[in-house]
Antibody
Framework: EVQLLESGGGLVQPGGSLRLSCAASGFTFSNSVMSWVRQAPGKGLEWVSGIGARDGNTYYADSVKGRFTISRDNSKNTLYVQMNSLRAEDTALYYC????????????????WGQGTGVIVSS | DIVMTQTPLSLSVTPGQPASISCKSSQSLLHSNGKTYLHWYLQKPGQSPQLLIYEVSNRFSGVPDRFSGSGSGTDFTLIISRVEAEDVGVYYCMQAIHLPLTFGPGTKVDIK
């Protein structure tokens, strides 16, 4: 089955850290450009970060640049995001998403989304 | 950043009737390669978003043909020819020509 399964969310204090994981299955992960997209409670969608398939190029929204680090392990078919210096405004459901057609140097539309993992930043 | 706006922000539709959602971008989404990077998603209640339309007018695999997209440059439209109960949710447009990728605020569609 083609799917993305996120994990690692939870409650963390402001200034704390968390690492989210996304396990991919049913498609050739190593050929797929991937991103993290978040959705704050009751709000819309916000792209957070993306990573190339094999070139390892990384891309970030200004709101997380310098605090979040996206990475991938193609041998484990897993996408990660290390989130440091967390703020209350990072509270959201974090989705892992696969880009449809891009292989390198681009981020196009998302054709597969996970179910999301929740992050709450609160003291 | 490219700002995406959508109108209306909410829509109540009688089953079987058409629905139309407008999306406008603050910059042209036409790439030098001739493609226009405007995409539409539907987020059904309690679910993850799902791709409906990519590059303005291409229906994604499995998307019913009652969904269609049109537009160019900075002005785009999603049309549902005959709304069904399963079409309720929030519709988002998204641009993918420039980073950061940005979404519209969403249009909530419900059934009368």
């Amino acid at each position: 089955e083609v799917q993305l399964l996120e994990s690692g969310g939870g409650l963390v204090q402001p200034g704390g850290s968390l690492r989210l994981s996304c396990a991919a299955s049913g498609f050739t992960f190593s050929n797929s450009v991937m991103s993290w997209v978040r959705q704050a409670p009751g709000k819309g969608l916000e792209w957070v970060s993306g990573i190339g398939a094999r070139d390892g190029n990384t891309y970030y929204a200004d709101s997380v640049k310098g605090r979040f680090t996206i990475s991938r392990d193609n041998s484990k078919n897993t996408l990660y995001v290390q989130m440091n210096s967390l703020r209350a405004e990072d509270t959201a459901l974090y989705y892992c998403a696969k880009h449809r057609n891009c292989v390198s140097g681009c981020l196009d539309e998302f054709d597969l989304w996970g179910q999301g993992t929740g992050v709450i930043v609160s003291s | 950043d490219i700002v995406m706006t959508q109108t209306p922000l909410s829509l109540s539709v009688t089953p079987g009737q058409p629905a139309s959602i407008s999306c406008k971008s603050s910059q042209s989404l036409l790439h030098s390669n001739g493609k226009t990077y405007l995409h539409w998603y539907l987020q059904k209640p309690g679910q993850s978003p799902q791709l409906l339309i990519y590059e303005v007018s291409n229906r994604f695999s499995g998307v019913p043909d009652r969904f269609s997209g049109s537009g160019s440059g900075t002005d785009f439209t999603l049309i549902i020819s005959r709304v069904e109960a399963e079409d309720v949710g929030v519709y988002y447009c998204m641009q993918a020509i420039h980073l950061p990728l940005t979404f519209g605020p969403g249009t909530k569609v419900d059934i009368k």
